[in-house]
């Protein structure tokens, strides 16, 4: 069956069998392998991709259902300069990763995610990952990571430096963890006593 994609903004014609999943597609036809094969039952996001905008799971998409739509992968995140989407860049400076094998299903997903809700609470970022599994880390630096990628993204909406505003996000939220928690500390020793 002959397929055409236009994939991370590229146009891709290909000869495809009937029963090709399109996470096979990207990674076997398209050459593009930061979408990961992980449980084939869309159990665990490793494959998560953004099919015209909105994010899926692509273990369970044959590529022939993706057939004229636009994909888009972690590849094609980043800007025709090299520079890292504001997501990507969060990952980096929150070390929102660990393994790095749910990492490119994780950030889709966040992409997608802040698409629909631009300034999402914690709770929202939690509940909007609930589809996607990673076995390495409890998850507090993969969800600091979609906060600070929502606040440097309003932020660069609005016409201001997305750098300066990251790193004074990162800085604000990092004090406000540790002043939470050693107040929490705190209180609990006191407590104990």
Known sequence: MKVELTVNGKDITADVEDRMLLVHF?????????????????????????????SVKSCTVLAAQADGHSITTLEGLASDSGEMHPVQKAFHTEHGLQCGYC??????????????????????????????????TGYHNI????????????????????NTVSSNTVSSNTVSSNTVSSNTVSSNTEAGK
């Open 26 to 54: 990207l990674r076997d036809v398209a050459d593009l392998t930061a979408t990961n094969i992980g449980c084939e039952t869309t159990s665990c996001g490793a494959c998560t991709v953004l099919l015209d905008g909105e």
């Open 103 to 136: 990492t490119p299903g994780m950030v889709m997903a966040i992409v997608s995610l802040l698409k629909e809700n631009p300034s999402p609470t914690e709770a929202d970022v939690r509940s909007g990952l609930e589809g996607n599994i990673c076995r390495c």
């Open 143 to 162: 969800v600091q990571a979609a906060l600070v990628a929502a606040a440097s993204n309003t932020v660069s909406s609005n016409t201001v430096s997305s």
